[in-house]
């Protein structure tokens, strides 16, 4: 079959949403996405419009209710004084007036109209300007918004992590250090300049005193989320650290290297457990919500699940694109997984038996970064395609399309209380901003 007839068959599923596609169709529908840029592109729109449609708001200009009822009742007092009864009663002087002054009448509609067309147009005015005010003071909790833009770094930004309060996000960038700010207003807390080479990642710990970065330095470093005073350097590794995660307990952290994965005493650095069960780079790993295990992957195209105090391995899950791992997470009940990667897909499985649950096809390009909504019925996704997609967990539904960077967006991030979003990228900024109303 050539590509026109394959265009020619999908035409018209390109605007399905993806449950409304049989599983089979879903992949067949990817196949097709990655040698056809047309239908791709057709399909993102289809998806941005779907989007849009959901996001606009409701009317917020009213008609104004009384005017028309007004000149009705007017017209009719026009009539009642025109008709033979009452001009029956009109004096002769009267009439003898509108016969010499033919134009008096028309000129008496036009006065007695005027005033009510001048109280209408104030009040149309008044709502106007009434309007505009709303629309201004609300736009910040207007889905899909950016409330703050954080612009700062001067290179890449490659990891964004939220306070436990909600208050702070702190980012890491290839400009080799993090940055603490207000997630409101911007502010700038601090500044660590602990490393010496890129920062990849970044975590905070449960308690909100502390953060730990990892480097292309070989270190982790730990240190005080607000006056950037280092507390520990960890020097485990041998190449650039490229994960890190904050057990659930904040008593230990996991970091991963080349293709080992370390965890650790946070506040001692004495090695608990060295993982070696990945053949390659070890690009992203999780710990689940009870803290007793550690999900890893990487570009040997598994995910793992296995023991976070023995090393012994649950799962040795194949990603089936054979294509590397760029980011995991774990749901809040500990019992999916999603993963990103570069074959444009997140998928969802089983964390205990690893079978696949859901495929969500919403980027076009590499995915390198997803992270679970705090109540487990959203997933966000950021993309090479310089978006961040929210859909639904349980559907695949897309739900928001966030197109604010105009670059590689490599990290994404929920708030504490699941309304906002933090995502940094390759166009050097950090943007906060709604996935729902309110502060």
């Not at 990603?319 to 980011?327: K, R």
Request: glycine letters at 8%; charged letters at 15%; hydrophobic letters at 35%.
């Amino acid at each position: 079959m050539n590509l026109f007839s394959q265009c020619a068959r999908w035409k018209e599923k390109l605007a399905l949403k993806p449950e409304d596609l049989s599983v089979a169709e879903q992949e067949a529908l990817a196949a097709h996405l990655k040698t056809c840029t047309s239908c791709r592109q057709a399909r993102e729109d289809y998806l941005f419009f779907a989007s849009a449609l959901k996001r606009l708001p409701a009317p917020s200009v009213q008609p104004i209710p009384r005017i028309s009822l007004l000149l009705e009742q007017h017209s009719q007092q026009l009539k009642y004084e025109d008709t033979p009864v009452r001009r029956s009663t009109q004096s002769f002087a009267d009439i003898q007036s509108r016969i010499n002054h033919p134009n008096v009448h028309p000129t008496q509609r036009w006065q007695r109209v005027f005033p009510f067309l001048a109280v209408a147009c104030i009040l149309f005015g008044v709502m106007l300007l009434g309007n505009f005010y709303l629309a201004a003071t609300n736009l910040a909790s207007q889905v899909g918004i950016a409330v703050t833009t954080y612009r700062q770094h001067t290179d890449f930004v490659s990891a964004v992590a939220w306070s436990p309060d909600g208050q702070y996000v702190a980012s890491a960038s290839w400009d080799d250090t993090v940055q603490v700010w207000k997630a409101k207003s911007g502010e700038l807390i601090s500044v660590y300049h602990g490393h010496a080479k890129v920062v990849d990642t970044v975590a905070w710990s449960p308690d909100g005193r502390h953060i730990a970065s990892g480097s292309w330095d070989h270190t982790v470093q730990v240190w005080d989320a607000f006056t950037g005073q280092t507390l520990l350097t960890y020097r485990g590794h041998t190449l650039g650290v490229t994960t890190l995660a904050w057990s659930p307990d904040g008593h230990d952290i996991a970091s991963g290297s080349d293709s080992i994965v370390r965890v650790w005493t946070a506040y001692t650095g004495q090695t608990l457990l060295t993982y070696d069960n990945h053949k390659e780079l070890v690009s992203t790993l999780a710990w689940s919500p009870d803290g007793n295990k550690i999900v890893s992957g990487g570009h040997d195209d598994f995910v793992q699940v296995w023991d976070a105090h023995t090393g012994f391995t649950y799962l040795n899950h194949p990603y089936t694109i054979s294509d590397p791992v760029d980011s995991l997470a774990w749901s809040p009940d500990g019992k999916k997984i999603a993963a990103g990667g570069r074959d444009a897909t997140v998928q969802v499985w089983d964390a205990t038996t690893g079978q696949r649950l859901l495929t969500y096809y919403g980027h076009s390009k590499e995915v390198t970064s997803v992270a679970w909504s705090p109540d487990g019925s959203k997933i966000a996704s950021g993309s090479y395609d310089t978006t961040v997609q929210v859909w639904d967990a349980h559907t695949g539904q897309t739900l928001l399309s966030y197109r604010g960077h105009n670059n590689v967006v490599d990290a994404v991030a929920w708030s504490p209380n699941g309304k906002k979003i933090a995502s940094g990228g390759e166009d050097h900024s950090v943007q906060v901003w709604n996935v729902e109303p309110g502060p």
